[in-house]
């Protein structure tokens, strides 16, 4: 295809020179400079009608080649066969020339034939006379004619051949050149990261897919804006970034927040480079980004269990040091409740009572020491559920709460430790009421996942909300703003949850309340 290209634009450069050639000497047979027939004017007049037509209408760049230089020949036969002077001649070394733009052995060796095959006819035809060669100037101008066609053959060939290499060598540049632009495109298009290219106003100059992916955006959607990519709270270190980059420097795998189309943000690593021109000139830069969140996720659980372990190496300590005195308690309290008709009897039966809640309590702090084997067995959620309920009834009717309770699925049931399962709902409970001052709504709601094979818990307050920054702690051990809190509840319950297979979503707005939803799978329904 490239020769074909080639070929035609070696044609037109042809046909212009023709065309040209052709004024000229119209030109000069209307001064009649020279005693031509008319006849001469007509062909020259089709001829170039004819090329210019063969040409518009794009015929194979070959034969048209073929029909140029035969009309070349035929013109330049007819101007000699109807010249009065020899010197016409000389118009035959111009046709070489014209045609050794071609740069074809072949065709300039066929050239030279065909012009020997018209000057033999023109002689032969008595155009010119025999004194012709009785000059001492005319045998110079086919000394001279023999030595271009001569130099023609040599020089065609030896450009051919230089060409065919030139053009080889060019060919592998342009190889080597759309292969690594190919594997470039390859590369920019399968990233994992997302890459994006900015003009030094900040504007979209091209993303590649996963930036579309990783951050919402279309790449007809950025291309030629400013996109909002960083949170508003980080915008002015982002500026001074941009800032240092137009400066020259570079940032590698930096750590930041960045900002979506819909506006969640995510932790983003990313790399910034400037763009420079041959001259050093920076034009544009080049952003790299990954997200990381998984990563952050993976150190805050790793964080977290080591946390744990350390709450639980020392809930073991705790627990044994109270066991001890509670059991020397417990030992005396029994042999006081012995006495049925002691007037302290029904004292000394609470006590017995709160030292085995005690006992229990301890039981559950202590799974936070050491993995335990759990005996799940199967519970009926909506008597525990009940039994939750009957328990803060007093509590509901002291703060003036009023607690709605929608069940539509009676008969579920879970998989778990009863004990836990009753420990986790007291604790959310608790904090419920303790968020509502006075008068306020909580609401119990029990319904079924999408593929009804989790049953789903919704607890609802109105009380006074969780802010924000207490909420992304809300996990962490020893973590409390409770003044008597110990930091432990919230990751109790979030161990316990984990031990039977379920989650826990708390969303909260301060002023409005707070959402739980917790989820655990279903063994019957």
């Excluded at 059991?327 to 002691?342: K, L, Y």
């Excluded at 005996?375 to 309920?389: G, K």
């Amino acid at each position: 295809m490239q020769q074909q290209e080639i070929l035609k634009k070696r044609n037109f450069l042809t046909l212009i020179t023709y065309l040209l050639s052709n004024i000229v000497v119209v030109i000069v047979i209307l001064l009649q400079q020279f005693h031509h027939h008319y006849c001469y004017l007509f062909f020259c007049g089709i001829s170039a009608v004819l090329l210019g037509v063969l040409y518009l209408v794009k015929i194979n760049p070959k034969v048209y080649q073929i029909i140029l230089i035969a009309n070349w020949h035929i013109l330049l036969f007819l101007y000699n066969f109807q010249s009065d002077s020899p010197i016409t001649i000389y118009s035959l070394i111009y046709l070489i020339g014209v045609l050794s733009i071609y740069r074809s052995f072949l065709i300039n060796f066929a050239n030279i034939i065909l012009i020997l095959v018209e000057i033999i006819l023109l002689f032969k035809f008595d155009v010119f006379s025999i004194g012709f060669f009785g000059t001492e100037e005319n045998y110079l101008l086919f000394f001279f004619l023999l030595i271009i066609c001569v130099v023609s053959i040599i020089q065609s060939y030896y450009i051919k051949n230089t060409w065919t290499k030139m053009e080889k060598r060019a060919d592998a540049r342009e190889y080597d050149l759309n292969s690594k632009q190919a594997y470039l495109n390859l590369f920019f298009e399968q990233a994992e990261d997302a890459i994006a290219v900015f003009d030094l106003e900040d504007r979209v100059i091209t993303v590649n897919p996963a930036f579309e992916k990783l951050y919402g955006w279309s790449k007809e959607e950025a291309i030629g804006r400013s996109l909002p990519l960083v949170p508003p709270e980080n915008a002015d270190g982002a500026n001074c970034r941009a800032k240092e980059l137009r400066k020259g420097s570079s940032y590698h795998l930096f750590e930041t927040t960045d900002m979506r189309k819909d506006g969640t943000y995510f932790d983003a690593q990313i790399s910034l480079s400037p763009i420079l021109n041959p001259q050093g000139e920076i034009i544009a830069a080049s952003v790299i980004s990954r997200d990381i969140s998984y990563i952050k996720e993976n150190e805050n659980l790793i964080l977290q269990s080591e946390k744990l372990k350390l709450v639980g190496e020392l809930a073991a300590g705790v627990a044994h040091e109270i066991r001890n005195p509670m059991t020397v308690i417990s030992g005396f309290v029994q042999m006081m409740n012995e006495d049925s008709n002691s007037p302290y009897y029904e004292y000394t039966k609470l006590i017995q009572n709160e030292i085995e809640r005690i006992e229990l309590i301890l039981s559950e702090f202590l799974v936070l020491s050491r993995p335990q084997a759990n005996q799940f067995v199967n519970i009926h959620l909506t008597e525990t559920l009940e039994d939750i309920v009957q328990f803060f009834h007093y509590a509901f009717q002291q703060k003036s709460i009023e607690f709605i309770l929608r069940n539509n699925y009676p008969d579920i049931i879970i998989l778990g430790n009863k004990n836990q399962i009753k420990q986790v709902l007291i604790n959310l409970f608790k904090n419920a009421i303790e968020a509502i001052s006075d008068g306020g709504t909580i609401t119990l709601e029990v319904s079924l996942s999408a593929d009804q094979k989790d049953v789903l818990i919704n607890l609802t307050d109105t009380g006074c909300g969780i802010p924000s920054y207490v909420l992304e702690r809300m996990f962490e051990p020893f973590y409390t703003t409770k003044t008597k809190g110990t930091g432990l509840g919230m990751m109790i319950i979030n161990k316990i949850i984990q031990d039977h297979h379920g989650t826990i979503k708390i969303e909260s707005q301060e002023e409005v309340g707070t959402e739980i939803l917790l989820s655990f799978p279903i063994v019957q329904s």
